[in-house]
Nanobody, 115 residues
């Protein structure tokens, strides 16, 4: 079982940037896809960005053109660069590692965007 530890969250003004990182205890190539999800208060958890083992990416429509998912394979890390942040991006952001059967989750990191 993998351990995932997120970092990089915080408070930022609208229009600002943050970079989230997810450190995995095992090779990220062990998983078919590495994801970033988010959950805002009173809302369901939603997929923000995904990066497959083969290098394909997928983004939620609400973040396309603003967020970029990337990986550093030797360091077993996955990052989420978030630019042009909006108050509606405020949420707890979770890193996830997918197999064909399950997701493994990190503990989450809070991102708050003030207007």
């Amino acid at each position: 079982q993998v351990q995932l530890v997120e970092s990089g969250g915080g408070l930022v003004q609208a229009g600002g940037s943050l970079r989230l990182s997810c450190a995995a205890s095992k090779s990220i190539f062990s998983y078919s896809t590495m994801d970033w999800y988010r959950q805002a208060p009173g809302k369901q958890r939603e997929l923000v960005a995904a990066l497959t083992r083969g290098g394909s990416t997928n983004y939620a429509d609400s973040v396309k053109g603003r967020f970029t998912i990337s990986r550093d394979v030797p360091k077993n890390t996955v990052s989420l660069q978030m630019n042009s942040l909006k108050p509606e991006d405020t949420a707890v952001y979770y890193c996830a590692a997918e197999t064909g059967y399950t997701h493994y989750w990190g503990q989450g990191t809070q991102v708050t965007v003030s207007s």
